[in-house]
Every structure is written in C-alpha cells, then in structure tokens.
C-alpha cells in the first residue's frame, strides 16, 4: 500500500537522492511506493539514474542482483532485480578504496560478462546468450544501502539502483569457450581468512541464466543491453560487511582472483 502522496515516485527520488548527496541514510521508501510495486520501483531507479546521467556519469553496465538464495535469505526477498553500472563506480585493484565513498557496505563475489554485442531479441535464453559475450571475469561487488540499516524490501533495493556500489573486475579476461559459469566454484578471504563460498550455479542456477534474464527484462523496459556493457551477474555466496583494513581476495575457478583493499579516509 502506498501513502496518499500526490507524486510517490517524485518523493522516493528526493528521499534517495538526498541521502545520496548527504551521506546520511534515510528511511525505507516503501511508505512511498509500497513493498513489492515493480513498476513504481523501476520508475524512481530510472529517475534516479536519469539525474546522475545529467550531473556528468556515465552508464557502462548493468547489475543482477538478489540471485543467490544465500543473499535472498540475508535480505529477506525473493527475486532478483536490477540496477546501472556506472563509470566512477569501477575501482581498480591497484589502488586502496576509500571507506568516505559508501554508506554501509557489503561486499561479495561474482562472475561478471563484458558483451560483444547487443542483445534485442526477447526470447534469449541462457544457451543463446552465451553467442553475445565477449568474455568473462572474476568480479568483486561493493553492494551498499542509502537505506538505513539495510531495512530494504524488495521495492526499497530497486528503486535504490539495486543497492549498488562500486565493483572491481580481475585481470583475467576469459572466453566461454574455457570456461563453464555454472560450474565455478567461487572462495572469498577476508585478511586471509575464509569468508564465503560459492559455486556459479548459486547464480540463479547458472550466471548466464541470469544474463538472459537481464536482457529479456531491459528489453522489456526498453533499455536493451548493448555491445561493450559489463553485466555483473550476480553474488555466488553470502556477502560480507566491509570494514577499515580489509583485504578481500575472491578465487573463482577458471577465472582467476580478484581483489579489493578498503582504506578510511
């Protein structure tokens, strides 16, 4: 159910958007659009998005989230969805991230997909969609919360971009000729120490599943996924909260390490 607010998606944007500039979590937006209204959902991410594409970012991607059931049972939804990559949000593994550009962070492993073409054909499935990547990389995923205290339903974390954050992609560029997702088995360290685990086909049964998925649903939103888009598929294992001085490592099988290091300012 939703308020009696004239404009609910208006007032959701603002609510996020401040938070957003303020650095200061604000409170769920399903008073605003309700628990579960896709459509209201999708329609403030896209505001959303619209205002960051005007204030100078640049999209590069898209992201799948809440695929695994692990994820699922840590945020209490169902279903998976989808938020925009953007440019500034790519972090290298070279260099420390600073703990002053994110909220509240989490952080988890996946198997991400670099297209080579674009995908416009509705009934593209995971064996078809496979023929539209150019390659694919062992990622980390800095998933983070303009919601205060992760208090998200399945409508907050859409309308906030999927509860996105920033991502790093590994070194190891690999063709799906050498290399099955769906039989990755994924270790993440924490400082060394093991943290998660997970196979690819935790990712909704198989990671290209969850490709297919989010192109039949951009197209279906009238976005369609194009060439060169990095597509993060979705977490493997449980994700972990981020702290000052971590060293996260995440090995994927097939797909090489990759890596993160997290700094205060």
């Known amino acids: 159910m939703t308020t009696g607010t004239a404009d609910p998606v208006a007032a959701a944007y603002r609510r996020l958007r401040t938070a957003a500039r303020t650095r200061t979590p604000c409170p769920p937006v399903r008073d605003l659009i309700g628990p579960d209204d896709e459509t209201l959902a999708y329609a403030v991410q896209r505001r ?24 699922q049972r840590q945020l209490g939804v169902d279903r998976p969805d989808f938020g925009m990559l953007f440019e500034d949000m790519a972090c290298s593994q070279a260099e420390a991230i600073s703990l002053d ?37 062992a990622a980390l995923e800095i998933v983070d919360s303009r919601i205060a205290r992760w208090d998200i339903s399945f409508a ?9 954050g920033l991502f790093v992609l590994g070194a190891d560029r690999v063709p799906l000729g050498a290399v099955e997702p769906a039989a990755v088995q994924m270790t993440m360290t924490v400082n060394g120490v093991p943290a998660s685990a997970g196979a690819g086909a935790a990712c909704l049964g198989d ?13 279906a939103h009238g976005d369609p996924l194009r060439a060169g888009e990095v597509v993060l598929s979705g977490a493997l294992g449980p994700m972990v909260p981020v702290t000052p001085g971590m060293h996260v490592r995440a090995h994927l099988t097939g797909l090489g390490s990759v890596e993160a290091t997290f700094t205060t300012p």
């Not at 205002?51 to 695929?67: E, M, Q, S, Y």
Request: hydrophobic fraction near 50%.
């Open 48 to 71: 959303l998005t619209e205002a960051r594409i005007r204030d100078g970012g640049r999209a590069v991607g898209r992201k799948v989230g809440l695929t695994s059931t692990a994820v």
């Open 101 to 137: 550009r994110l909220l509240q962070p989490r952080i988890e492993a996946e198997v991400a997909f670099v297209l080579a073409d674009d995908v416009t054909d509705a009934g593209i499935t995971a064996a078809t969609v496979r023929q539209r990547v150019a390659y694919a990389v």
């Open 156 to 164: 907050d974390t859409v309308a906030d971009n999927g509860s996105s």
């Open 207 to 219: 990671p290209l599943a969850a490709l297919a998925w989010l192109a039949r649903t951009a197209l």
